[in-house]
């Protein structure tokens, strides 16, 4: 029976088993590698029947006790499995699987303290108890330690490749750490030795979105969906996959099939609502949100989306009334006052889409997006000192917040006020996070390439160093070239420019200027 569980033969385990258990009932080693046995079938709450039908035959037995506290961890019934471990801890608290124990429950339960006393009361006894210091590699993974996890989790696949519990974890934290093809190759092993196991499966299914592999998605999506036809989760990633290939029928009928599903519940049906929007399938996101509101009808979100997606359906009366009847119902708020903007300026009512923008941000003065919609108003020519008023009052109350500093820079820089722009840009360009900004970066080279052709050329070729195939960089690291009177090497760079962006007159300009002084 044992040579047959190690080589995966489960059934006929189980024939010579099931034998045993009529011969030996009351066998300890025969009810455990019979419960071993059921948890390799997938019938695990079988196995947890089985080891508490012994258990109350044998109640003080501590291996029977300590099964059966790992089986309620593998079950999900973790306080069941920590009182368990604490009375086995009572009779005996130099046994390090008791401690095991106690740490995995702990551990599962959120106390990552007591968890981590019970760990280092495991390697006090014993330094290189595996489990233990997996449940170590744990505690670091759930604290953010990815790093030393990392580190550990390697560690312990070298000294046990066959431990599957410790390489889906190393492919979490190589995941974690975006280190995608490591993580794909390791859970492509796993899932060919444990078929059933659904969180590895799920866990490959998104490395290979989130790596791009969309036709591997589509094949694992599509057996998966086979296999586990009643796992929900399932539908959804198979409904994505086909949004990202732009597989634009099949991903509708995906979509009807999870209207079908989900018609019961107001919410899944929001949710559903935005991936019908994402196929254009606008009259079918209206229809879905109808719904939706057929439950909650006063839902104050699921107003908004209504309103917007009749926006984009060119029916600005609709959401002006949705709009509203929501103000009226909620009073003054600052996503109603942002929808307001943006009716408004669907009707091109400018001045009224500035007020209600204004409005947005004076009840909320951190919401990005109304402050996003008055920097496009000013492009446009609309209440531009004003809104570089605004940007200034609101830096002056947080003067660390980088992204209104940029929002402001790249306006003045629309209003010719290049001098102003630069001072905000090179405070930008010292940040860590922003020192490689290719954008700002840009800026400062067009800025100096005035009066510091010198300088110009540092700021454009740090540019080009984080964004080598920006039409709008390599234009500007060409020009200034030429300009310094480098016009071979300048050429090199504007016809890069041109190859990606053979549309744009001013880089055709720098083109013929640079040809004509080559001769």
Do not use: C
Not at 122 to 136: D, E, K, M, T, Y
Not at 320 to 325: G, I, P, Y
Not at 328 to 354: F, R, V
Request: charged content about 25%; proline content about 3%; cysteine-free.
């Amino acid at each position: 029976a044992d040579l047959y569980l190690k080589n995966g033969k489960d059934f006929k385990a189980d024939f010579w088993l099931s034998k045993l258990r009529e011969q030996y009932p009351d066998d300890i080693r025969v009810i455990l590698m019979s419960s071993k046995a059921l948890i390799a079938r997938g019938k695990m709450p079988e196995a947890i029947k089985l080891i508490e039908q012994s258990s109350s035959n044998n109640s003080q037995n501590p291996s029977l006790l300590l099964a059966r506290g790992f089986l309620y961890i593998q079950n999900g019934q973790f306080e069941q499995a920590l009182k368990i471990s604490e009375m086995l801890i009572k009779v005996n608290d130099r046994n390090v699987d008791y401690w095991n124990l106690n740490a995995a429950a702990l551990l599962r339960l959120g106390r990552s303290v007591d968890a981590q006393q019970a760990i280092d009361n495991v390697l006090a006894i014993s330094p290189n108890h595996f489990a233990g210091r997996f449940n170590q590699a744990m505690i670091l993974k759930n604290t953010g330690q990815f790093s030393q996890a990392k580190t550990l989790l390697t560690r312990l696949v070298e000294e046990q490749p066959s431990h599957n519990a410790s390489q889906f974890q190393l492919a979490l934290v190589e995941s974690e750490d975006n280190d995608l093809q490591p993580a794909i190759t390791r859970l492509e092993r796993l899932t060919i030795i444990e078929s059933r196991n659904i969180k590895a499966q799920n866990l490959l299914l998104n490395l290979y979105l989130k790596s791009q592999q969309t036709e591997v998605a589509l094949r694992l999506v599509n057996k998966l969906t086979k296999e586990f036809p009643f796992e929900p989760e399932l539908a959804i990633k198979r409904a994505e996959i086909l949004i990202a290939n732009r597989d634009v029928d099949d991903a509708k009928q995906q979509l009807t099939k999870l209207y079908n599903l989900w018609l019961d519940s107001p919410q899944k049906l929001f949710r559903l609502s935005s991936m019908q929007q994402s196929v254009d399938d606008f009259e079918g996101a209206n229809n879905t949100l109808l719904k939706a509101l057929s439950y909650l009808p006063k839902h104050l979100l699921f107003n908004l989306e209504y309103a917007r997606l009749n926006l984009q359906l060119h029916e600005t009366q609709i959401a002006q009334d949705v709009a509203n009847d929501m103000e009226t119902q909620y009073g003054k708020n600052p996503n109603i006052s942002l929808l307001k903007g943006d009716i408004a300026l669907a009707k091109e009512n400018y001045l009224k889409a500035h007020e209600d923008y204004v409005s947005a941000i004076s009840m909320q003065n951190d919401y990005q997006l109304p402050l996003i919609r008055l920097y496009e108003l000013a492009r446009r020519g609309i209440k531009e000192q004003e809104f570089t008023d605004l940007v200034k009052r609101l830096l002056d109350e947080q003067p660390e917040n980088n992204w209104r500093r940029k929002l402001l820079a790249d306006h003045l820089m629309n209003q010719n006020k290049w001098l102003e722009a630069k001072t905000h840009y090179l405070i930008l360009i010292e940040q860590d996070k922003l020192n490689k900004d290719y954008s700002i970066l840009n800026n400062l080279a067009n800025i100096y390439m005035q009066d510091e052709l010198p300088t110009a050329l540092v700021y454009a070729q740090r540019a080009l160093e984080s964004a080598n195939t920006v039409p709008a960089v390599l234009d500007t690291h060409g020009w200034i070239l030429v300009k310094l009177g480098r016009f071979e090497d300048g050429l090199v760079s504007l016809r890069q420019a041109h190859a990606i962006s053979s549309n744009d007159l001013s880089i055709q300009y720098h083109i013929a200027f640079t040809l004509q002084k080559l001769g």
